[in-house]
């Protein structure tokens, strides 16, 4: 190694992932959830489009609140509950993304599986502008927008329940939620 390179601290933590905690052993604190859940849990899903938190493709949820998994240090997520696309929860929302056809090419779907479900869970009837601002942070260049809204209206036919006590996400008050990291969270 030479004398100008730095060694990063590296840590261990527990994440918390659909439902089942995974200990990660040696984790660099500038690892993101994203990269730790790809590559040292193996999911296929949350999908890496930019790594820069512009395509959305990453889109979790993060105690309830959807987050880009590229943009939050994995430090930061330790014994968190962390929603993947893979979820059984997501099951109403990814069969109406594929009834509906609203993701061609699948690359986005596991996203819109997520953005549909946590804008269903806050709000039980959205209408097109609704929809259309709650997956806004979605970048899909095959897809129509009528399909995200079909989408939308499919996981209503196929039984999705609405929680009204969810809370505040992306769609309520056109504000993006902010993930607030605790200094202690990287100690």
């Keep these: 190694m030479s004398e100008s390179a730095v060694e990063w601290p590296a840590v261990g933590l527990t994440l918390r992932v659909d439902g089942h905690e995974y200990p990660v052993p040696q984790v660099w604190i500038g690892d993101s959830l994203l990269a730790v ?86 709000n039980a009837d959205p209408g097109p502008a609704a929809i259309r601002e709650a997956l806004a942070g979605l970048v899909c260049r095959c897809a129509e927008s009528g399909r995200w809204i079909e989408a939308v209206a499919r996981a209503k036919e196929f039984g999705f329940e609405s929680d009204a006590d969810a809370g ?14 605790d200094a202690g969270d990287l100690a």
């Design 37 to 122: 859940l790809r590559e040292r849990l193996d999911l296929d899903e949350p999908r890496d489009g930019c790594s820069v938190g512009e395509c959305g493709s990453c889109l979790v949820l993060l105690d309830g609140r959807p987050a880009a998994a590229c943009l939050v240090p994995a430090v930061a997520a330790a014994d968190r509950d962390v929603r993947t696309p893979q979820d059984a929860a997501f099951e109403i929302a990814r069969d109406a993304v594929a009834a509906s056809g609203a993701s061609p090419c699948g690359f986005c779907a596991p996203a819109l599986t997520v953005a549909i479900t946590d804008l269903l869970r806050r």
């Design 168 to 181: 505040a996400g992306i769609g309520d008050s056109g504000e993006i939620p902010m993930l607030v990291i």
